[in-house]
């Protein structure tokens, strides 16, 4: 079989010419196939960096030239001072290097070659600079190469990330010569769009006749879709667009032959968004049926930690030596955070605020937490915390040899992963940490559950790897403070029980190491062989529908399948379980009070003048929630955003429209 990897930065095989995780899983995963005795190729681009290539590595220029000229259709509430209708004229080169028995092919031309430092526009450059295209550009290089130079040669092609490759299983849909695999690697947006008029224009340049119209959302003009739509953009799930624009997800699933996740947590919330406030909207959009219509497509390939990590003796590296090196006791136990500053993707705000609690209470344990920035931590909060505790804290923010970081997760003793808004997929710092036999505390999120921290993602007690935290879905969320608190004073006990201790670490390390590439590559190639044998039908059918599933009885199943009671208040007001909802309204204004069990907050949402929507938590008494809305509130629909203890949440509330 031969497999062609494509993504817009593949050079995994080079430390320099890495920027992202996905160019480091690209050549690890075409490396396992090859190892598997597939012939493997990469389709990547040189970001003109090709000057560097061939001082390091035997380069091939090939005979490919292509000339063309690309239609870009733009929005012009976006691009306000360029002419809506761009022509871009291109001449694209290809080079390629043989590798440890892979091929890389390497695309050029005036586009490929922009952000050679960072390798991807800024995103900034929306609407100011055509550079901003260049991951389109791209991908309409990648289709014209394959077709050009693997024309009639039967290949699977396995693209990564939706929105830098949606492109290509438009484009090779009729083709029985190719079969297409697209791994999902990130939990961008699922609804996410490009404009419409774009797209199109990119499928009349490619000859590719789709009917898009079965692909468009139906316009949502209710007040709770306006509700959504305002809330929504918080929780990093949802952004609203004009009518004009598309999602490309849907597309995708629609026409690859095979959809990939990294792990059994990223696809279970990716395909339905459970617990989250996103639910009650996306079963109002497209991409909800045809991801319903095309779940046998779905499959996890995985994700995996890299062989150094595996082949490492973590019993080499002396604790008092890294520890006393970064300034901190090495007679203490200590916490280890490492991964990007991304405040509400790591939670890191509130891993400081809580650090700064256990501390100011004596607690005596060190935290390394690695929050890695090209510009600087800005919050003063992280830097006093260190500059408080200089013994025992440890703030870092940039780049350092994995052998270093290596070092410090062996000198570990827990790992802290109190990542939120359910952004992560796989998270192989985790996995390291844990390889190095750091027992991880860390998020009840469902893209993190293989790693077994929590009792809730384990059929038998003696599989938890761990402790964990609550699933969060709040900007600034003082109830994750408070359980990544209690978690870090079981921890520090956990540490004396030092049988306990041992036997979750050892626990830790054996989850881990079962996450190789050589196993992401066998779960993809259980997927990918019988797709190669069989032979591809082709044509133009329309896609189909499918009826809308019945109305969920009961109020926990309606929480489950719709994210929201209000309509089963519609249907069913008396339904047994209903959480109690009063909703009077007087001379003073609309009271309100909410009672049920379990809830950790609520906050109402109505309508005020101009369709800004006023926003009021409610106050807390054990399990009931009250609030007095002001006088404008009366006979306006009325919304609730409940959060449970556990961090999930769904919608309430009372219309009478």
């Known amino acids: 079989m031969h497999i062609l990897e494509c993504y817009l930065e593949c050079g995994g095989f080079d430390y320099s010419f890495i920027k992202g995780g996905i160019s480091v899983y690209t050549w690890n995963l075409a490396s396992a196939f090859r190892a598997e005795g597939h012939q493997v190729s990469v389709l990547t681009a040189a970001h003109g960096r090709l000057d560097y290539l061939q001082k390091n590595y035997p380069v091939e220029e090939l005979p490919y030239r292509r000339r063309y000229t690309l239609p870009l259709q733009l929005d012009p509430r976006v691009w306000r001072d360029f002419e809506p209708r761009q022509e871009l004229e291109l001449e694209t080169r290809a080079y390629r290097i043989r590798h440890q028995g892979v091929d890389l092919y390497f695309l050029c031309n005036d586009m490929l070659d922009r952000y050679s430092d960072t390798f991807y526009p800024p995103y900034e450059s929306k609407g100011k600079d055509l550079g901003f295209f260049k991951p389109l550009v791209f991908q309409m290089d990648m289709v014209l190469f394959i077709r050009e130079f693997f024309a009639d040669e039967q290949l699977l092609i396995h693209a990564h990330e939706p929105f830098y490759q949606y492109l290509l299983p438009l484009a090779f849909r009729d083709d029985a010569n190719k079969r297409m695999v697209s791994t999902v690697q990130s939990n961008m947006p699922v609804n996410k769009k490009v404009y419409r008029p774009e797209l199109q224009a990119q499928l009349d340049f490619l000859g590719v006749h789709v009917d898009l119209a079965p692909f468009n959302d139906v316009p949502q003009t209710d007040a709770f879709s306006r509700c959504l739509n305002g809330y929504l953009p918080e929780t990093h799930l949802h952004y609203p667009y004009p009518d004009d624009y598309i999602a490309f997800y849907p597309l995708l699933l629609e026409y690859s032959d095979a959809v990939d996740f990294l792990s059994e947590g990223h696809l279970e919330f990716y395909r339905n968004f459970e617990g989250t406030a996103f639910k009650a909207m996306f079963r109002r959009l497209k991409v909800a049926e045809v991801t319903q219509r095309n779940e046998q497509k779905m499959f996890v390939g995985w994700c995996a930690i890299s062989g150094r990590w595996h082949q490492t003796d973590f019993s080499q590296y002396r604790r008092e030596d890294v520890l006393r090196g970064l300034g901190l006791r090495p007679e203490l136990p200590t916490f280890f955070h490492n991964a990007r500053y991304a405040v509400h993707h790591k939670g890191q705000n509130e891993l400081v605020r809580a ?260 926003r009021t938590l409610l106050t807390r008494s054990a399990d009931t929630f009250e609030a007095l809305l002001p006088a404008a509130a009366r006979q306006k629909p009325l919304f609730l955003l409940v959060t449970l203890a556990d961090g999930s949440q769904f919608w309430d509330g009372a219309v009478h429209e």
Request: glycine letters at 6%; proline letters at 6%; a neutral charge.
């Open 355 to 614: 650090a700064r609690k256990v501390l100011e209470t004596g607690a005596q344990c060190n935290f390394i937490l690695r929050c890695l920035s090209g510009n600087g931590i800005p919050d003063p909060a992280y830097h006093a915390l260190a500059k408080d505790f200089p013994e025992q804290v440890r703030l870092e923010w940039h780049n350092r040899p994995e052998e270093e970081l290596v070092a410090m997760a062996a000198a570990a003793d827990f790992g802290l992963f109190p990542s939120k808004f359910e952004m992560d997929t796989f998270l192989i710092a985790q996995g390291e940490a844990m390889l190095a036999g750091c027992v991880p505390i860390a998020s009840r999120q469902l893209g993190m559950k293989h790693w077994r921290h929590s009792r809730a993602f384990c059929e038998e007690p003696s599989q938890v790897t761990g402790l964990d935290v609550v699933r969060s879905f709040l900007a600034n969320d003082e109830t994750l403070v408070d359980s990544l608190v209690r978690a870090l004073q079981e921890a520090l006990a956990l540490y004396q029980d030092r049988p306990r201790y041992e036997q979750l670490s050892q626990r830790a390390r054996a989850r881990a190491q079962e996450f190789t590439w050589k196993m992401s590559a066998q779960a993809h190639l259980k997927v990918m062989e019988p797709l190669w044998k069989a032979p591809r039908t082709v044509g133009t059918a329309a896609p189909d529908s499918r009826p809308a599933p019945e109305p969920a009885k009961g109020w926990k199943a309606a929480i489950s399948a719709e994210g929201e009671l209000l309509g089963l208040r519609r249907r069913e007001l008396t339904s047994p379980g209903l959480p109690a909802l009063s909703d009077t309204a007087s001379e003073a204004g609309r009271k309100l009070q909410y009672r049920l069990e379990g809830a950790r907050q609520v906050e109402s949402f109505f309508e005020a003048e101009g369709g800004r929507f006023e």
